[in-house]
T-cell receptor, first 108, second 114 residues
Framework: KNEVEQSPQNLTAQEGEFITINCSYS?????LHWLQQHPGGGIVSLFMLSSGKKKHGRLIATINIQEKHSSLHITASHPRDSAVYIC??????????FGTGTRLQVFP | EPEVTQTPSHQVTQMGQEVILRCVPI?????FYWYRQILGQKVEFLVSFYNNEISEKSEIFDDQFSVERPDGSNFTLKIRSTKLEDSAMYFC????????????FGPGTRLTVT
């Protein structure tokens, strides 16, 4: 069964801390998406990757194909980073399988 | 910056009624998607649409659901006879290519079935 698991479910941090959110998936993924969902519900795509590493500002996403694992890192976290972060896997079809999300709260 | 738009932002309907949720994808995008998120649960794929036909649908997307691109700009999701369990946030997304490429999400329509 194609599944995507995330950890932790909830994460709190002090402003400035380095944050890591983990995602593991079952075999056969062709692409892994990281998305951000704000309290109002809107979803923003952060990264789509199938190998290696991508960086955008303070966000870094990595994927290890052999270990079937991806991480999202936030450097120098800020209260405005508070949101739900979701990973979603694509398994050679149009269908994305979503993880349950990680709720991040960054306090000043 | 181009964005996906959805209307209405909130729809309240009675059980058994038909609803149409509307989306305007980004203009040069070719692939379109509907997702739903029941309150407190994960986002679920409903359907993908390309070249004026469904390319894939999930088990959730039964005969009560249909999608259409009635003109060059709108992409609609119709629920023929709503049930209480259809209450959810519905997101439209679009992409230049298939879902191995970045998808751009709309702000969502909150559907409440009473």
């Amino acid at each position: 069964k194609n599944e995507v698991e995330q950890s932790p479910q909830n994460l709190t941090a002090q402003e400035g801390e380095f944050i890591t959110i983990n995602c593991s998936y079952s075999v056969g993924i062709s692409a892994l998406h990281w998305l951000q969902q704000h309290p109002g519900g809107g979803i923003v795509s952060l990264f789509m990757l199938s190998s290696g590493k991508k960086k955008h500002g303070r966000l870094i996403a990595t994927i290890n194909i052999q270990e079937k694992h991806s991480s999202l890192h936030i450097t120098a976290s800020h209260p405005r980073d508070s949101a739900v972060y979701i990973c979603a896997g694509q398994y050679n079809t149009d269908k994305l399988i979503f993880g349950t999300g990680t709720r991040l709260q960054v306090f000043p | 910056e181009p964005e996906v738009t959805q209307t209405p932002s909130h729809q309240v309907t009675q059980m058994g009624q038909e609803v149409i949720l509307r989306c305007v994808p980004i203009s040069n995008h070719l692939y379109f998607y509907w997702y739903r998120q029941i309150l407190g649960q994960k986002v679920e794929f409903l359907v993908s649409f390309y070249n004026n036909e469904i390319s894939e649908k999930s088990e959730i997307f039964d005969d009560q659901f249909s999608v259409e691109r009635p003109d060059g700009s709108n992409f609609t999701l119709k629920i023929r006879s709503t049930k209480l369990e259809d209450s959810a946030m519905y997101f439209c997304a679009s992409s230049t290519r298939d879902s191995s490429y970045e998808q751009y999400f709309g702000p969502g329509t909150r559907l409440t079935v009473t």
